[in-house]
């Protein structure tokens, strides 16, 4: 047991390590948001020091549709990384995504690692845990994990492609539906389903919808690849099948973009947007194609581990900056207006949503 | 105010030089015009000679269905551009822009930097003024403005995208259709709405008509681009931010061909097809999209710059003999001939028109 | 009138020195044969030495479908090209296309450049005059100029595009089609209207079948372009304007894979594919888009000036070759097989043919 | 006869020692398969070692849908890569096909290098008969060779494009049609039919169904091209004409996923996709389309060649893995169900497949 805990810790900071370069990007796939073009409204109504950018998601309105997504807790370093971006959240007015709590749950003494509300009292806080891990829990136990952190909502995340070709991953994938069932049913908070950047598809919605599901992370392909990620450690710890797998499958999964649309007619109440956001011209496209908001990861910690707190600051102004000019230049007064702003999509893009 | 006065003038100087040079156009967008391909006649019943290129624009004819469209005024740079280009349209029996006036309206004084009648009595001249500067004129002010150079029309031009780049640029938006249907009714000439490098959509044309707007300018994507005009300035400046959302922005708008084919069906009397026209083949196929006439900017800026007066003459030759011969081949005895010429669209231009 | 035909005479030696290089091809324009590709069929009910190649065209058997393309006359190289190839074209059984007539009509003495009755008796051998030539000419003259080569039938060319371009070309192309419709109904050998390198079009061919053509040679493009030797010409004779329309309309033409299609459903007798015929699969893809034969002029050239009478030989060894071997292997047993035979077509391709 | 002998055993040593490099594979033509893109699953109900892989072909049970496609026989390295290969098929259980059998009925002294039965008593053994030689044989004379071996089946080779290359190949393809028909009917054992890396079309598939085949291989391209293999022994043999042909014919062929695709809707009972399977994602792609396993021949030569035994076992460790992988992902627990896994086509392979 606790070779299995300080083999979390480890796989944290390698995470994290990894994860400050660009060598964990997908190859040859993209979100697809690229063949998002808005049509320019060369006459907006608009004052662009009057937009409105807010929105309400999961019951708390923030100030601009971003969510600082799912990454770290467990180790020294994740706390410090939790904190800074869980300050910034909050004088954002941005969401924040807690990384697994599986580790809390095996040491319960990195509980602190997790903590952010002395920082982030208002702030819009994600839980976060994986399917797999959440099964072999009572609500009880869950719902304690998020009253130690007072968080808001928990993400339940799904990462099938990652855990095949992680050394010692999961294997049994069986009962996810059911777990979430009973969360979504029985924990004081909701639930958001989210992937971890192989995309959510129709299908899969559907069957999250039937089990009252109403909040989706699409974590889509084209940003970051965790199945790279354990690539990487497969390289380093010369596991040649583990590391055949995980180039094979190193871009696997369904563009954001695509998982977006796919979702869109759905009827979820939230949708995140998250996966290869890297731009507010993303953010925008995101929303066109349907999303409540956009959830960013690794960019952000890039910035922050870069540039410290101003790097990570000069990052988000720079996000919202191209949003309110998307937005102004879309003629879309608020976020509700950009959903609906006139676009046209790539050939790629509408092949896939044609198809799928 | 002499402040703003300056800054005008400076930024006026900055623009020639900066466009002087090809760093400001497009970087990945195109006018999309290239995928105009017109389908050869191999048996025109025609004399080379006796092809009629004239055009009726805002009641004036043009020998050949050319704009020279609108870039300077208030500095003695400005002035000398401004006479050398404006004495080839009257000899060519082009139509001829002037550069925003608003330098001349802040200070009286560069009224004579705008004035070109002297070498173009007959020629179609043009004023311009932002509609943001126009908002804030009274009908009298913009009629003594245009009176002051014999203006046949005024350009109203709009360019959000590139205020919002500008450090200092307009940030109020509001009240342009307004502005613009007060013009157009109370003006003593007609009007022209005309954009800067971003392209008009079919839902702004469509705002246009609906206030009795029957002239229209693109002035669509794949040529010049003001944000990048703008990005280089910021840079120059060390403003980070701003070049940054340049950078963005950079390739925003709706490509020149795709402008044209989506007002072409509203009914507008005249469509200029100005941004990035840089053949005779260019002036051609925007036609063959419905345009009245195309509108050139940058490219005769820089054949003057490179080659004085003789320079710019052999660049507006190639452009009307390159236009005649598409004329001929294929089969076009007049530019109404050629609008209806039979033509093949590439996929990429169809894809935005069958969407937007 | 003596400068006049020497000038004919240089010009004609230097086509034939441009045409030895790669300098005349398109440039980003292919002859889209490429895009037709043959479906596989791995059970031919076929002998390999058993197909049959010969089609009949303008009353004669070919015994493959090639027709080796007008290139030249009136100077001594002139009279040894189109011996060696006559001759060539005499024991494959191809037929054969003399270059241009102009020069014999002006300058009767070089007739015998055009001879090749000795070499080619029982060979299909076209005679060639442009159609604004043959405006000029009673139908008399053109009668005689043919009876003197004993040629079977007359090429009128179509060329525009080059004449345009060449410096004191023609620019008077009125009544060309009642120049046809004459020559059609009072010449004593039948007329193959053809063009020279830019095709002809679906609207052309309506045109020609309504005055009796039944008879065409597409010379589309994507193989030489004939504006190309001119402004070569042109770059030579630092003719700078005429070099600058040359380069851009260097490309100008219908695809000759567009041109069949286009051509195919009118009811033509005879359509010969030429323009970047390069090889025994083009030559088959032009026939399953619905031609009767391929026309080879420039690939044909060269072989015989690289490799002499060899040379020439091998090269069209190597077209039938490949020509029986897609017959083969689309289980085609004759060429009226190989027009039916099950083919997919690029999308760039469909793009041309849907639209035109 | 002697000669002819030597020349066969010459041939199949020219055959294993290019195709252990990658001179021999299409060079601008691909399967296709890559346009298969699955949809993943975020939400498998599925434990990873759980999966059911394994199919029931030609009366025998797979334990996963591999077949170790025709390649060798005749000599003693033949008999060696034989061995290797059926050996592993046998503890693999994969299905496994031996080489032509035509050394084998010239020189019946080398049926020896034939014989695998000793190393794989249960594994399904496929024999193999070019279409060509079969019909020169009595069926008693094939059953005869078939009871040598032990063969659970018979494939006919179909492989027009290779002998046409190849120097003194076959050129009377007739009857083959007959043939099959009556090896279908008269034969001990069934019969599949099998390109060789052209690919079988849907006309053909029509052609096979009406007298009565039920089993095909496609043998499509975009893996090994025959045509290459045979251009680079012309080479050799310094024939400069049948080189030539076979760099025309290079990448002559239907891709597999496009084979697979037309014939998935005529009702065989088992469609082997060979052709260019590289990995265990091109599996799963090509049953996706609708095959009922995989065939691979030069990769697993390769592989062996490369590495031994031990190089081939984790070839094929490597595509288990990866197929595993897919089907979870995609939410598949067994070959069937992965057939109808959700998947979205390029629009290459579509224009394909609507086409032909
Ligand atoms: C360092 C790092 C750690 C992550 N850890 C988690 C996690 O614990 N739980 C989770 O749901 N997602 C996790 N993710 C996935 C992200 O939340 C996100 O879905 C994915 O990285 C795609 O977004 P991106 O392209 O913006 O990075 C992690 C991502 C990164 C970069
Ligand atoms: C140096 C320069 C100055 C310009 N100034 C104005 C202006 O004052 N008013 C205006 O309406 N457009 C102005 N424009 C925009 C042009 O009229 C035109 O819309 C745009 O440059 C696209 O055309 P192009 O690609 O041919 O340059 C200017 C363009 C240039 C190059
Ligand atoms: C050297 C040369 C001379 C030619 N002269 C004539 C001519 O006199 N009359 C004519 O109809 N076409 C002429 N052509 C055009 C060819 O017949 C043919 O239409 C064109 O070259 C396209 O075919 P290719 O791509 O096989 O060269 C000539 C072509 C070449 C290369
Ligand atoms: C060395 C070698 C020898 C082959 N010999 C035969 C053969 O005798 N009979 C046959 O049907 N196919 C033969 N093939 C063709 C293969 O069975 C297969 O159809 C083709 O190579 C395409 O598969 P691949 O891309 O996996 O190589 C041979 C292939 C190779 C590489």
Redo the contacts with the bound molecule.
């Keep these: 047991m606790s070779e299995t805990r300080s083999t979390i810790g480890q796989r ?1 900071a390698d ?2 390590a ?2 400050a370069t660009d060598e ?2 997908f190859r040859n796939k993209t979100t697809l948001l690229e063949q998002v073009r808005f049509v320019h409204d060369a006459l907006p109504d608009l004052h662009a020091d009057a937009l409105d950018t807010s929105v309400v998601i999961l019951g708390k309105r923030l100030r601009a549709p971003i969510v600082i ?5 467990g180790t020294e370093e994740a706390a410090r990384v939790n904190r800074e971006l869980a300050r910034i959240a909050e004088e954002r007015g941005y969401g924040f ?4 709590q ?1 580790a809390m749950h095996v040491r319960t003494e990195t509980a602190g690692t997790y903590e952010v509300r002395e920082v982030a009292p208002t702030t819009l806080v994600l839980g ?1 845990l ?1 399917v797999v891990q959440a099964r072999a829990m009572s609500t009880n136990e869950v719902d304690d994990l998020l009253g130690k952190i007072a968080a808001d909502a928990l ?1 339940i ?1 799904l ?1 099938p492609a990652m855990e095949l070709v992680q050394p010692g991953g999961d294997r049994d994938f069986t009962g996810g539906l059911d777990t979430i069932a009973r969360l979504v049913r029985d924990l004081r908070v909701p639930v958001v389903v ?4 192989c995309g959510i598809s129709g299908s899969v919605g559907t069957r999250l919808r039937s089990v009252g599901v109403t909040h989706v ?1 699409t ?2 392909a ?3 690849s ?1 199945v790279a ?1 354990e690539t990487k450690r497969a390289e380093a710890a010369h596991d040649a099948p583990a590391r055949a797998l995980g180039e094979a499958l190193w871009d696997w999964g369904i563009p ?1 973009a695509v998982s977006v649309g796919m979702l869109a007619p759905l009827g979820f109440e939230t949708i995140v947007a ?5 731009t507010g011209l993303d953010v925008a496209r995101a929303i066109a194609l349907g999303a409540s908001a956009a ?7 890039k910035a922050l581990t870069a540039g410290g707190r101003d790097g990570a600051l000069a990052f988000f102004d720079a996000v919202e900056r191209e949003l309110r000019a998307a937005m102004l230049l879309s003629g879309s007064a608020n976020v509700a207006a950009l959903r609906k702003a006139p676009r046209v999509l790539g050939s790629e893009l509408r092949t896939w949503l044609d198809q799928a």
């Design positions: 944290k995470h994290l990894l994860c964990v990007a997504a799912a990454m770290t807790g995504g807690l990384g697994s599986r976060n994986g993400c995340h990462n989210k992937e971890t950047g992370d974590s889509g084209g940003g970051t965790w990620v954001t998250t996966g290869g956001i890297m959830g960013i990861a690794r960019p952000a910690l």
